[in-house]
């Protein structure tokens, strides 16, 4: 079966760092995706990985770990525009997407 | 400029009425995915083609239909036998990550 975890809701402070756990269990990998979604908008692309590792995008990086099935993301020098549901998604060998429930970020000042 | 475009943003209907959405995407990608997104939860698939006049139902097909006659787009009707047809929906085409349309959000009153 395909099952994909985040935590529903995170707080955090304006300037700080948040990490963003996400596990799954698919029933194939082909990568690993983060979107970012503000409400009522469509989700934008943020980050990917395939191997295991640590991806660094300015404010915004992302580890993956396959044997573990785990990855997350990390937000430096939060901002407030950061606030947002940040989407982990497991591309299938079949090429298809699926997503977890996303994570409510909200930032404070 | 190319993108994915998702017409029209807002959408009333009243219940027992069929009503089509719009995909369109100038991106020349060959797969295409349609999403429903409810309030809290993530993305789930309702169907989703890979190639023209090729379609598959992903997890929630019940109470919809689509249509792939041209590589730019993809329609998907939201028919009278959807029990419960308010939401959110997101059209997607796949290059090397998932590209998203604005998104529709539909209310069946």
């Known amino acids: 079966g395909q099952n994909i975890d985040q935590p529903t809701e995170m707080t955090a402070t304006e300037g700080a760092i948040v990490q963003i756990n996400c596990t799954y269990q698919t029933s194939g990998f082909n990568g690993l995706f983060w979107y970012q979604q503000h409400a009522g908008e469509a989700p934008t692309f943020l980050s990917y990985?395939?191997?295991?590792g640590l991806e660094e995008k300015g404010r915004f990086s992302s580890f993956l770990s396959r044997s573990k099935g785990y990855s997350y993301l990390l937000l430096k020098e939060l901002q407030m525009k950061d606030s947002a549901s940040y989407l982990c998604?497991?591309?299938?060998?079949?090429?298809?997407?699926?997503f977890g429930p996303g994570t409510r970020l909200s930032v404070l000042p | 400029d190319g993108g994915i475009t998702q017409s029209p943003k807002y959408l009333f209907r009243k219940e027992g009425q069929n009503v089509t959405l719009s995909c369109e995407q100038n991106l020349n990608h060959d797969a295409m995915y349609w999403y429903r997104q409810d309030p809290g939860q993530g993305l789930r698939l309702i169907y989703y083609s890979q190639i023209v006049n090729d379609f598959q139902k992903g997890d929630i097909a019940e109470g919809y239909s689509v249509s792939r006659e041209k590589k730019e787009s993809f329609p998907l009707t939201v028919t009278s036998a959807q029990k419960n047809p308010t939401a959110f929906y997101l059209c997607a085409s796949k290059g090397g990550n998932a590209f998203f349309g604005q998104g529709t959000r539909l209310t069946v009153v």
């Open positions: 998604a497991v591309r299938d060998y079949g090429q298809n997407f699926v």
């Open positions: 990985n395939v191997l295991d």
